[in-house]
C-alpha cells in the first residue's frame, strides 16, 4: 500500500511538472539555445591566436599581387555613414574612416547587398552568384527560435499574423548542417590560384559543419565567430541596451554567448569587446603577412543586434540622450574605429599603396531595433526590397587603380566583388557555373568606360525584385501586391505606378519570371513568414492603413 502511494505521488508529481512545462514551453524553448550550446560548447578562457607566419622577406616577383580586404559590417544603415548623409555626425559619432576609403577611392552611391538579409547576401558576396542558383534563399533558424519569434511576434501584432511552419520544423535538419554547399567556388578559393594566403576574422553564417566552415572554402586561417554577445552581458566594460519589444532580441539575450574559435579548434572567450577583438586579430594577421600577397574577409558582428557598446564608446557621446541611440551610435563608433586602425596598419606595413580595400554592409539596418533614421531618406528595413533593406555603404580604394575621389551612379552589387577582385589579382573566373557579377575595374580608372546597364534581381520565396535601367519592381505573393518606381523621379520610393504603367510593369514581370525560371528549390525551407511594415519601426502603433510586406525568414 505504502509503495502505491509513493508511485501516485511521484506520477503526480511528474504530471504537474509536465504541465507546467507545457504551459511555460515558450519560455523554455526561449532559453534552450543557451542551454544547449553551454553543455556542448563549454568556453575555454581567453588565449591568443597564434597566426601562421609569413615569409621573412618579400619575394622578388615583380610586380607584386596586391592584397585584397574585404571590410564587412552587419545591418548597417546607408544613413549611418557620415559620407552618405550624416547619422550620428551632429552628436559626435562621425566615420571619418570609412569616409576616407569614399575619399581616397570610390563611394558606389547606387551600391546593393545582394538580399535584404546576412546569410544570402553573404554568399552572394563571396560566390558573385544569385545564391538561389544553389540553393541558398532562406536565412538559417533554429527550430526553437522559430516558435518563439512566433508566438511572442503575433502577440505584439494582432492585424498581420506571423506564420509558422511547423511540418518543416519537425523535417528541418540540425542549424549546423544550414548553409552554403562546399561546391561553390569563393573568392579565397579564386585567389588560391594565385598563391593568396587567405584568411577570415568574424562571421561567417554560412554553414558550421567542417565542410561548410571557411578552411573548407578556401580560408587558410579561420577566426570564427561562434555566437553573439559584444562581451558578456554582466561585464563592467558594456553598456546594453535590450528592446522588450522585438521578439528577435528577447531571444538572441538568453541564448547568445561570448565565444570565438580559431580554425575549428574549442571555444574561447575573446579579451574585450568583440569588434575592438577582432581589429586586434586583423592588425596582428596583417603584421605577419606582409611579405606576401594575402586576402582578408573581415565580417564584423557589428551593429547587428543584441545592442551592446563598450563603456569607453558610450561615455564618450554624451551628447546623445536617448539611451538605444547611444549604444547603437557608440557600435558604429567601434566599426568606424575598426576601418581607421586597419587602414593605419597598411600604412605602417608599406602595403598601402598594393591593397584594396573595400568596405561595405551586408545589407540595410532593420527596423526592429527601433531607431527610424538609420536608412533615410529611404523606405523599408533589413527584410523588404525597397531601398533602406538593399541599398548599402559601398566603397572601395586602390591607389594608382581607382580614381580618387569618385561618386560612381551606375547601380553595383556585391555580386560584383569576385569578379572585380579576380580582375584586380589576375585570377582566373569559375568554371561551369554562371557568374553573375561583372568586374568593375574598367570603369574607375583614369580614362573609366561606360558600364553597360544590366538588372539586378533579389527574392525571398515568392516575394521577388528587379531593377534595370532605373525602374524597379518589387513583387510580392503576401499580400498579393506588385511595387513599381521610377528611381530615377523618386529615388525614396513614394509613388507606386504599377497602375499607371501597365507596359513597364509587364515587361519588368517577364524579366522576373525569365530570370527565376528552372531555378533549384531552396535546399531547407522557410519556418517562419513575417509581416514586416515598410514605413514603422517596430516599437511605433499599426494601423491598417500601413504598407508592408511578408519575409519568409
Known sequence: MKLKSVTLVTLGIIAVAAGTLYLNRINVLRYSLGWYTDIKHPRKAYRPVQWMDGPAQTASTTPRLPNVIIILADDLGINDVSTNGGGYTSQG?????????????????????????????????????????????????PGAMARVVTKLNTEADQLHPTLLNNERIREMKDFDDLGMPASEVTIAEVLKQRGYHNIHIGKWHLGSTKDMRPNNQGFDESLFMESGLYLPQNSPDVVNSKQEFDPIDQFLWPNMRFGVSYNGGKWFEPNKYLTDYFTDEAVAAIAKNKNRPFFMYLAHWGVHTPLQASKADYDALSSIKDHRQRVYAAMVRSVDRSVGRILQTLREQGLEENTLVIFSSDNGAPGYIGLPEVNRPYRGWKLTHFQGGIRVPYMAKWPGHITPGQRYTQSVSNIDMLPTIAAATGAALPTGRSIDGINLLPYLGSQPATQAQRPLFWRDGDYRAVLYQGWKLISSELPKKDWLFNLQADPTEKINLAALQPEKLRELKLMLSNHHANMPASLWPSLVAAPIYIDKTLDQPREKTDEYTYWAN
Request: charge should be neutral; include cysteine.
Open 93 to 141: 559619432a562621425a566615420t571619418p574612416h570609412i569616409d576616407s576609403i569614399a575619399r581616397d577611392g570610390v563611394n558606389f552611391i547606387e551600391g546593393y547587398s545582394g538580399a535584404a538579409v546576412c546569410t544570402v547576401s553573404r554568399a552572394a558576396l563571396l560566390t558573385g552568384r544569385y545564391p538561389w542558383r544553389f540553393g541558398v534563399e532562406f536565412t538559417p533558424l
